[in-house]
């Protein structure tokens, strides 16, 4: 049988599967959902449809073939379990001696666009709740607060939350949140439906030239690589993970269908007129409507959390040997200060979101299409093998050039937008 690193991995707070689903739909589903009427706008309604299918299944077959290269190579080392960095250093470590030597930058590289990624992505939250709360207290109080100030009313339940240092606690937040979005989701397509105009009134296919904007916005909606491997090393039974149906077969499809519909519905009611956040073209004089605003901002509040825990693990690990005796200590100040630091930035810079976008389309499309082909591809170099006729490498390759597209698209919506932004100011 060999080594088996099930066997020899010991959890204080295992995870069940339940449990890794519902951070799964957390971690997959953020604020991009609110924007994909807004990338059916560019593609058209067809079109958005088979193409945010097509992004869902790359990037859940790149989540597999991460975590069945993670499964090889922890038989290899003979170590229990592997972060996403470590199984890329692991695979240039053991793969052709032409390529060891970059296994040390292969884990840098990773580390520094998980870290620059996701705690991005948390000070767009801080943004993006900030917004939504500003917006209903401005429509029913006279009193218009700058968005700094709630910003720092929010400072010191982020920095209580994110004491808390086992992913099997953050559940309940995650459940919570789901249970938020679900009913703030109900309650858009309530109001989606309305009235809602035929199929015939839109076009299923829109552009070439705004197709780079639905890329763009699906890649970086839909890609949820920085939680993956954090969850299948804290499940009590990994296998499950990845298997037929498995976690994660049946979180992306849940997301995917979730994706699709309101992106289609969407953009079948508001047409042109459809807004960067479906939020926005909710009624401004419903207390109904404003309810939705609370809830995804509460929602998006809870999923910071699960979005700090990877940075802060990459980041403890890489330092936790300097305090000895105090580590406990260290690790709750880097906490706060990392926090205090995402608020910091949210409060400097509160049009942040164009700029971590682009920061977000650049490290996804790496992250989570180019890096696994790529780490697969040394994996297997010599033990299997790529295949009769190197199928493996060849379609390594191919998946690697539709993730150079995701970024070369990803960059330029992003720009677009942040010329776009600047121009209206």
């Known amino acids: 049988m060999g080594y088996n690193p099930f066997e020899h991995r010991k959890l204080s707070h295992p995870t069940s599967d339940m449990d890794t689903l519902i951070h799964l739909l957390k971690g997959s589903l953020g604020s991009g959902i609110l924007a994909m009427p ?41 170590v229990p379990s592997l972060g996403f960095a470590e199984v890329a250093e692991a695979a240039f470590l053991a793969g052709p001696a032409a390529v060891q030597k970059f296994s040390g930058a292969a884990r840098a590289t990773v580390n520094l666009f998980l870290c620059v990624d996701l705690l991005g992505c948390c000070c767009v ?45 953050l559940a ?40 780079p904007l639905f890329f763009g916005t ?66 401004t004089d419903e207390i109904l409507a404003q309810s939705v605003k609370v809830m995804i901002a509460l929602a998006i509040f809870f999923t ?58 650049v490290c996804l499309s790496t992250l989570g299409i180019m890096f696994p082909a790529i780490i697969e591809t040394v994996t297997y170099w010599e033990t299997p093998g790529t295949g009769r006729f190197n199928w493996i490498l060849w379609k390594n390759l191919l998946i690697v050039l539709f993730g150079f597209l995701g970024f070369a698209t990803g960059t330029y919506s992003s720009v677009a937008e942040i010329i776009a932004e600047f121009g209206q100011e």
């Open 38 to 78: 807004l990338a059916f706008l560019n593609a058209g309604l067809l079109f958005g449809v088979i193409a945010t299918f097509i992004i869902a299944f790359v990037c859940t077959y790149c989540v597999h073939v991460l975590v069945k290269c993670a499964h090889i190579l922890c038989r290899r080392t003979q």
């Open 125 to 169: 939250y801080i943004v993006f709740v900030a917004k939504n709360l500003k917006q209903v207290v401005d429509f029913y109080t006279n009193n218009h607060w700058d968005l700094r100030i709630y910003m720092v009313i929010m400072m010191p339940i982020l920095v209580v939350i994110n004491m808390v240092r086992n992913l099997k606690y």
């Open 172 to 211: 309940p937040f995650s459940m919570f949140a789901n249970i938020l979005i679900a009913t703030g989701l109900g309650i858009t397509f309530y109001y989606i439906f309305s009235d809602l105009p035929s199929v015939e009134s839109r076009p299923n296919f829109s552009s070439w030239t705004q197709l």
């Open 218 to 283: 699906a890649i970086f909606a839909l890609e949820g690589i920085g939680v993956v491997m954090p969850l299948e090393n804290n499940m009590k039974t990994p296998t499950h993970f990845i298997g037929c149906p498995g976690v994660l077969n049946v979180g992306m499809f849940i997301v995917a269908i979730l994706y699709n519909s309101v992106g289609f519905f969407g953009y079948l009611k508001y047409g042109d007129k459809t807004e960067g956040s479906i939020t926005l073209n909710l009624p």
């Open 304 to 361: 910071y959390a699960l979005q700090f825990y990877v940075p802060m693990e990459i980041i403890w690990k890489a330092v936790s040997h300097r305090f000895g005796a105090h580590k406990l200590k260290a690790e709750y100040i880097i906490r706060a200060v990392l926090v205090v630091a995402t608020v910091g930035i949210a409060a400097a810079i509160p049009n942040l979101g164009p700029f971590i976008s682009l920061v977000g389309a």
